[in-house]
């Protein structure tokens, strides 16, 4: 079992950043993969990115990348979501989620991750 917890959400205008945090409590092991996914009203939920805590491999939505990057600090069991230069296609709810990873070391999709948080809104205006 693992809690989530998201911070960092917020309004900006279309060009600008903001940094997502998630921190992660509980049973670590169930938060060898970590990430974030979105989803914004009446569309489906979307993988943004995700990263494996264990070796730090990343997966990151076609439609972020170059934009966004995910980090994490292993010693604060949290795990960050910079995006810049925000659209406002980017508009939505962010979710922190975690998952205890594949046999083999791997991740699965981010939106079947096991856990995620209440989520941080997103919007962005043009």
């Known amino acids: 079992q693992v809690q989530l917890v998201e911070s960092g959400g917020g309004s900006v205008q279309a060009g600008g950043s903001l940094r997502l945090s998630c921190v992660a409590f509980?049973?670590?092991?169930?938060?060898?993969?970590m990430g974030w996914f979105r989803q914004a009203p009446g569309k489906e939920r979307e993988g943004v990115a995700s990263?494996?805590?264990?070796?730090?491999?990343?997966y990151y939505a076609d439609s972020v990348k170059g934009r966004f990057t995910i980090s994490q600090d292993n010693a604060k069991n949290t795990v960050y979501l910079q995006m810049n230069t925000l659209k406002p296609e980017d508009t939505a709810m962010y979710y922190c989620?975690?998952?205890?990873?594949?046999?083999?070391?791997?991740?699965?999709?981010?939106?079947?991750?096991?856990?995620w948080g209440q989520g941080t809104q997103v919007t962005v205006s043009s």
């Open positions: 509980g049973y670590m092991y169930s938060a060898n993969c």
């Open positions: 989620a975690a998952d205890p990873g594949l046999y083999g070391g791997s991740c699965p999709e981010v939106t079947e991750f096991g856990y």
């Open positions: 990263i494996y805590t264990g070796g730090g491999s990343t």
